[in-house]
């Protein structure tokens, strides 16, 4: 799997084992995302990536017991209706609709882990929310992810306009989208998506840099990311140079490699990341 697109792989919708509960609270409920809580113990959020659905992280819940997982979906992506998502900002709505439901279940400083646009949403949550966050694992992502496909925010921005404009402009650009997400590796799960959503998600993660939010950071930060097998076309060392200096600015970031591993990690290499996991989360 190409670990270096915003058009992250997803994988198809599935049963997550005993039936899941949903953990909002009658009082309120998310619009930009749903939850199923699975397990008991210290309260862990996951949060999957661009058109991924909660079932990634299945196979690294089952290894990793002992903790109370609340397993989130974003609308839009994977099957899930677009609710608060249609026709609106996707990102920094939900970083908040997340602190939100933190505050409304009660949950104490719980750890988070997010994957690719996961990650942006985790280090969006522990530096705009750090009385909500007890410590963060970003997975296989940057803090400015244009930087995945050797760019920056500010050269890719007319791309990326002109990209959302094809994509959401007409029934035909739609389409186009529709037809690229069944690309994207997941199956179902990712022409599931909705194409506006997942268009505007895009736009924003290219935008988006936490470089300079980094230092707010207080939780504990662990970051995982892969490199490919050596002879892949793309050198390790280089996307290993690249991770340590992106996150210099990260007070006391631990970098995790896995190695051998696509932009999925947690499907491509299920044991390496549930070790990883099981650390991260005994600390």
């Known amino acids: 799997m190409d670990r270096r697109s915003f058009t992250l792989s997803a ?3 599935g049963v997550l084992g005993a039936a899941p509960v949903l953990a909002q609270a009658a009082s309120w409920r998310p619009t930009r995302f749903s939850v199923r809580v699975r397990g008991s113990g210290p309260d862990v959020l996951l949060i999957p990536g661009l058109t991924a659905g909660r079932s990634v992280w299945s196979d690294a819940v089952t290894a990793v017991p002992g903790y109370r997982y609340h397993l989130l ?6 099957g899930e209706p677009a609710g608060g998502n249609a026709n609106s900002a996707v990102i920094q709505p939900l970083v908040a609709e997340i602190a939100r439901y933190i505050a409304d279940q009660r949950l104490v400083r719980p750890a ?3 994957h690719s646009m996961g990650g942006t949403v985790a280090m969006m949550l522990a530096a705009r929310h750090p009385a909500r966050v007890g410590k963060l694992m970003v997975v296989d992502m940057l803090p400015a992810p244009a930087g995945l496909v050797g760019s920056d925010a500010a050269a890719i921005r007319p791309l990326a306009d002109s990209l959302r404009s094809i994509f959401t402009s ?3 650009g739609r389409r186009l989208m529709e037809g690229l997400m069944g690309n994207f590796g997941g199956g179902a799960a990712a022409t599931g998506s909705d194409p506006d959503v997942v268009a505007q998600a895009m736009h924003e993660l290219a935008l988006i840099d936490l470089k300079p939010e980094l230092p707010r ?3 504990p930060m662990e970051v995982v990311y892969a490199t490919p097998p050596a002879g892949g076309g793309v050198d390790p060392a280089v996307i290993v140079r690249d991770y340590r200096s992106a996150y210099a600015g990260a007070k006391g970031a631990r970098l995790t490699r896995i190695a ?3 932009h999925m990690v947690m499907l491509d290499q299920p044991a390496a990341f549930a070790a990883a996991l099981k650390s991260f989360l005994a600390r």
């Not at 979906?73 to 994977?78: D, M, Y």
Request: proline residues 5%.
């Open 11 to 13: 994988l198809a919708l």
């Open 73 to 78: 979906q974003v609308a839009g992506f994977a």
């Open 112 to 114: 988070i882990v997010g």
């Open 170 to 172: 007409s029934p035909g």
């Open 217 to 219: 950071i207080a939780a």
């Open 260 to 262: 051998n591993s696509g």
